[in-house]
């Protein structure tokens, strides 16, 4: 009987390059989702630092210039992190994009895998039941003694 060979090789070779190239996309979108979370975290810290800053300077008494000047600090920072907020989502939806794309092309990899296992399993069952054949043919003809 013939080796086994499998016709969809490339097919399966190719999906196992897509799933890998997904899975650097979606690791490069969670990267990116992650660097935004930390900026924001970082500007929570710095604006809090700040107000904390202005509290102690409008306790020990400071002039109007400089809490005109903190004022506008405090306005940047509430405006980067609504910025970084929007991006953050936006992040969010291409990170969910990515990963059902991903999860997707593992799927179809999977089912060109499990069809490759089947028809494998089916070729090893032919295999065997004419190895069986030839072994029951043989001990008809007397070639193998029972015992």
Do not use: P, W
């Amino acid at each position: 009987m013939k080796k086994f060979s499998f016709s969809l090789n490339t097919l399966l070779s190719l999906r196992a390059q897509k799933e890998q190239a997904e899975a650097q996309n979606y690791a490069q979108a969670l990267g990116a989702f992650q660097a935004l979370q930390q900026e924001i975290v970082a500007l929570k810290s710095s604006l809090e630092k700040h107000q904390a800053n202005q509290r102690n300077k409008m306790a020990n008494g400071y002039n109007s210039h400089d809490a005109q000047l903190d004022l506008k600090a405090v306005n940047y920072y509430k405006e980067k992190l609504q910025e970084k907020n929007l991006e953050l989502r936006s992040a969010e939806a291409h990170l969910e994009k990515r990963a059902s794309i991903l999860s997707k092309t593992r799927q179809d990899k999977k089912v060109i895998q499990q069809y490759r296992e089947e028809l494998e399993g089916q070729y090893h069952y032919q295999l065997q039941c004419h190895e069986q054949k030839l072994i029951d043919e043989m001990a008809l003809r007397g070639g193998i003694q029972a015992s």
